[in-house]
């Protein structure tokens, strides 16, 4: 039988002897009197379903994690059996989708704006608005295109460690 630590924040005497059991007092609501002293008990039991199955958690414990085993977690075993090629980071994508939609959207602006950011081309120029329009038209799509393709990174590593987890 597991034994349940007592909270230091409750008094012992407010301590069930009950195993995860809590008693608090609570004044009674019924009578009216203010110089009156009684009490009505509140029981709050919290059980988790793994205390109350004790035998069954025993059970479904990983071979891993049992005490005096030699066997290493799932997520210390050694990758070399993975042979795959280099893979971009999500955080990569997720970077780049942020800096393109970021250019294209100040492309929009300096375009309304007629101020041209940096100098390099004047608004009176013959290549401003093709410039301005290439990175607008090609850079919304392009942001949203790597914001999937992060998407897709993340959830491919948490499907592998899932699998190294031994959870899939």
């Known amino acids: ?47 988790t379903q793994g205390s109350a199955d004790s035998n069954k958690s ?18 210390a075993r050694d990758e070399a059996s993975s042979t795959e090629g280099f893979e971009v980071p ?15 959207i100040g492309s929009i602006f300096e375009y309304v704006n007629q101020r041209p950011v940096f100098g390099v081309l004047g608004s009176d120029s013959v290549f401003y608005v093709p410039l301005l329009a290439f990175f607008a038209f090609t850079g919304i799509p392009s942001s949203a295109f790597l914001w999937y393709k992060s998407v897709e990174a993340a959830n491919k590593e948490a499907e592998e460690q899932d699998k190294r987890d031994g959870f899939l």
């Open 58 to 75: 025993e059970e479904d414990t990983p071979s891993w994690a049992k005490p005096n085993s030699d066997e290493p977690p799932p997520w």
């Open 1 to 47: 039988m597991a034994t349940t630590a007592t909270p230091t924040f409750f008094p012992p005497s407010v301590v069930s002897p009950h195993r995860n059991a809590f008693v608090f007092p609570f004044p009674n609501t019924r009578s009216r009197s203010r110089s009156s002293t009684s009490h009505r008990l509140l029981l709050v039991v919290a059980v």
């Open 90 to 104: 999500f955080f990569v994508y997720l970077l780049a989708s942020a800096i393109t939609a970021i250019a294209a």
